[in-house]
């Protein structure tokens, strides 16, 4: 059967969400005229990661991005120094993963070989003509020649312990993959994490020497960077170089989630569930779930004026645009 609908694990969250966030994104196709900082961000720290994984050169990626948004950076305020940090991260994590024991595993389609960026669309209710797709970040093989899904991810503060092992994108990606011959079966999913932070620099003492306090929030590259860009001799400050190891692990960590079976069956089951419900519903269904989050919705403004009856033309005129229908729109909502 031809394909009617196709969701994406963005479309279906969103669809548990709220179904009146869903009609504005998915009925409308509308998005902000202007992205959010972390849209941003996650979009250059992917790109730069794929260059790296294709052999080329991530900071000639790094100043295309730059330049391309140079006027928003220069203009808004939430992306006041942003070039900087997304400077010294990802010298960070291309350090620390100089030696990486996870290799990009080719993917060979179409006669092109592909490093990163897996875009894939397959049957998940074929009588109905519903399909499921998405993008995989990467495919690594590790040192024992197991195969995993990797998932970049940028966070604020990094999480901690096995909280991803529900994820509904991981188990549906491997699912996904068990559906094409192309695609090897994986072991499991590993979280690549990368801090938001952009690590703090030393300060400068009436002396002119820099802090050497133990308890600052940095790695030995940035504080070693600081050194030399004062001017100073990197012997005195050894010591600090052996204060701040393994801090690198506040910035970046991995973590490695096996599938199960069992859990990537019954999300399986769920997800087909929501897909014939957004299938029969989708547009005709436009209720709002209220709560404390809605603030953080891109529809916020929208949706509040049409909650208080307001007219929306302004708002729609000068704060949204038509959503750009293709593979980029869904990276961005699932990142």
């Not at 991530?58 to 991005?65: G, L, T």
């Not at 620390?96 to 060979?108: G, H, T």
């Not at 692990?249 to 419900?277: G, S």
Request: aromatic share 12%; hydrophobic share 35%; with cysteine.
């Amino acid at each position: 059967m031809e394909k009617i609908l196709e969701i994406h694990q963005s479309s279906l969250k969103l669809w548990r969400h709220c179904h009146r966030a869903y009609f504005y994104r998915y009925i409308l196709k509308l998005q902000r005229r202007h992205q959010a900082n972390a849209l941003v961000r996650g979009t250059i720290v992917h790109a730069m990661i794929e260059a790296k994984a294709k052999g080329d050169d991530p900071w000639e990626v790094f100043d295309n991005y730059i330049a391309e948004n140079h006027k928003v950076f220069s203009e808004e305020e939430e992306y006041f120094g942003i070039e900087e940090m997304i400077s010294d991260i990802m010298e960070g994590y291309f350090s620390y993963y100089k030696d990486d024991d996870l290799k990009p595993y080719p993917i060979k389609k179409d006669k092109e070989t592909r490093w990163a960026e897996h875009n894939f669309s397959v049957p998940l209710i074929e009588k109905e003509g519903i399909y499921f797709g998405g993008t995989i970040d990467m495919i690594v093989e590790d040192s024992k020649g197991r195969i995993w899904l990797m998932d970049h991810k940028t966070h604020k503060t990094l999480p901690k312990g096995d909280i991803s092992y529900l994820n509904i994108q991981s188990n549906l990606y491997a699912w996904a993959m068990s559906q094409l011959d192309y695609l090897p079966n994986p072991e499991g999913m590993v979280w690549n994490y990368i801090r938001w932070k952009q690590p703090s620099k030393p300060q400068i003492l009436k002396n002119g020497s820099l802090s050497k306090s133990s308890k600052i929030d940095t790695t030995w590259g940035i504080y070693k960077k600081a050194v030399r860009e004062a001017g100073l001799d990197i012997k005195d400050y050894e010591d600090m170089k052996e204060a701040l190891q393994g801090k690198e692990e506040d910035f970046y960590i991995r973590h490695y989630l096996p599938f199960n079976k069992h859990v990537q069956a019954n999300i399986l089951e769920d997800t087909k569930c929501t897909a014939l419900e957004i299938l029969k519903n989708a547009g005709k269904v436009k209720d709002r779930n209220l709560t404390r989050d809605c603030s953080w919705c891109e529809f916020y403004s929208l949706c509040q004026a049409e909650l208080k009856n307001l007219d929306t033309s302004t708002i729609l005129k000068f704060e949204f645009k038509e959503r750009e229908d293709d593979k980029k729109s869904e990276e961005a909502d699932e990142e």
